[in-house]
């Protein structure tokens, strides 16, 4: 077994741009109506006993084969409009009264946007009733850690009245929001807004994550934040680990420089990273993720991906190596996702191609797993090497590791621009591998996938 690598040394203190914003814990009950949005999680095979892997290889895949499977997690349902204000519904036009409702109901969310760009938090929470405040507070505190510079919300169609109550409405939101950078192109959630009616005027009685939006719940709808700020990431966590916060942005910061190097187009202005403990694994995003998973990236939005590490899964020896995976799935993968199954081997061999970091190739951790692969039936298609939900450790990090082979074999022989010219026909652009060989290597598909799996051969023993 390879020696772990060692932590990347965090980033000077001189440097102005690192910073670290503390949430205080609120001491105040969330109230009923902010649903958990927990999600039971999958069964997962326990890894060996004794055994350490780098981290348990399941990561970005629920995410990236969604398309395939019609769940299309982390897939924007609304783009936003040339102004970066999130384009309103139209299926439901609604009557004149209702979309006048709406007009002044968004005027209202218009008014507290102001105030949290503002830094007024009194202003944010006077559009409330008291009721509503306590859960506003937090999110107004989390937001403003997280160096909020852009907040447009909009309708998503028009007012609901609520059954059995009177003078109360709901109201369909989308938020387009930007973090650290003010001309992002903004990230979209959708969020549920209930009203009452005082006179004329509407008043927020709550505000929910929407049980619509694809990508779940997200961290600072629900969770107090503490964040901390640098020049390539953003790492954000509960009040309880922020004394891990330090170490952790020097480690992004470390990271983020490996994964700008594979950036299919512009690389994200910041990589937001999110380090959730044991509650916030199973609420952030939806949860529901195998239990033997120690990260994943998520698309929110903008072309750009969120990163979620577990603290109770991951080593501290694993943190370098998955934060560079991770946010090398963020700088690489199109907004949406990608299609296609069979290419599952080149999007994950890529990213562990990162999270390797030039160390030599028999020093790769998973060799013994490709190895048992490889020896166990696999078909020696490289199309055919994705695991299965509820393959075992094993079989998931031979996948993994022969993933890395295949894409070591080919920067090896047509260098890293080539490859990500490959990356880019098949996964952004949607070639085929054999048209995408055609057109960036000029050599045919059949003979190079054929040396790929030879190499993983010989190099696994």
Request: hydrophobic content about 40%; aromatic content about 8%.
């Amino acid at each position: 077994m390879p020696t772990p690598p060692t932590a990347p040394t965090p980033p000077s203190a001189s440097e102005p741009d690192t910073v670290v914003f503390a949430v205080p814990p609120s001491t105040s009950t969330p109230p009923a109506w902010v649903p958990q949005a927990v999600v039971p999680a999958a069964p997962a095979p326990t890894p060996a006993a004794g055994k350490r892997r780098r981290w348990p290889l399941w990561t970005v895949l629920g995410l990236v084969l969604g398309l395939v499977a019609g769940a299309v997690p982390g897939v924007l349902l609304r783009e936003p409009d040339a102004a970066g204000r999130p384009a309103a519904g139209a299926a439901e036009p609604g009557t004149a009264a209702q979309r006048q409702l709406a007009e002044r109901m968004v005027g209202q969310l218009d008014r507290q946007a102001g105030a949290l760009l503002g830094g007024d938090r009194a202003g944010f929470l006077a559009v409330a009733e008291p009721a509503a405040r306590p859960a506003l507070g937090r999110r107004y505190a989390a937001l403003r850690a997280l160096r909020v510079t852009v907040w447009r919300p909009a309708a998503d169609g028009v007012p609901v009245a609520v059954d059995g109550r009177p003078g109360e409405w709901r109201l369909a939101v989308t938020v387009g929001y930007c973090f650290v950078q003010p001309g992002c192109a903004p990230s979209t959630a959708g969020l549920g807004t209930r009203w009452r009616l005082v006179g004329e005027q509407p008043r927020l009685l709550a505000v929910e994550p929407s049980r619509t939006d694809p990508a779940g719940v997200r961290p600072w709808e629900v969770s107090d934040l503490a964040v901390a700020v640098g020049k390539r990431a953003l790492v954000a966590t509960t009040p309880a680990q922020r004394a891990k916060l330090p170490k952790l942005l020097g480690q992004a910061e470390a990271a983020a420089r490996t994964a700008d190097r594979y950036a299919v187009g512009p690389p994200p202005d910041r990589y937001l990273v999110y380090y959730a403990g044991k509650a916030e694994w199973q609420r952030w995003y939806g949860g529901g993720r195998p239990k033997w998973t120690a990260g994943y990236a998520i698309g929110v939005g903008g072309g750009r991906h969120d990163v979620v590490l577990n603290a109770q899964s991951l080593s501290p020896a694993g943190v370098d190596d998955l934060l560079r995976h991770e946010l090398t799935h963020a700088a690489s993968l199109p907004e949406q996702g990608y299609a296609d199954h069979a290419d599952w081997w080149l999007v994950e061999g890529l990213a562990e191609y990162a999270g390797a970091d030039g160390q030599p190739v028999d020093r790769y951790e998973g060799l013994a797993e490709v190895r048992k692969l490889i020896r166990g039936g696999w078909s020696g298609r490289l199309d055919a090497v994705a695991p299965d939900d509820d393959a075992t450790d094993d079989r998931v990090g031979g996948a993994y590791g022969i993933g890395y082979l295949a894409v070591r074999h080919l920067v090896d022989r047509y260098g890293e621009p080539r490859v990500l010219d490959f990356f880019r026909a098949v996964v952004h652009k949607r070639r085929s591998p054999a048209q995408a060989a055609d057109e960036v290597f000029g050599d045919p598909w059949p003979e190079l996938h054929d040396d790929c799996v030879a190499y993983a051969r010989a190099v696994a023993g």
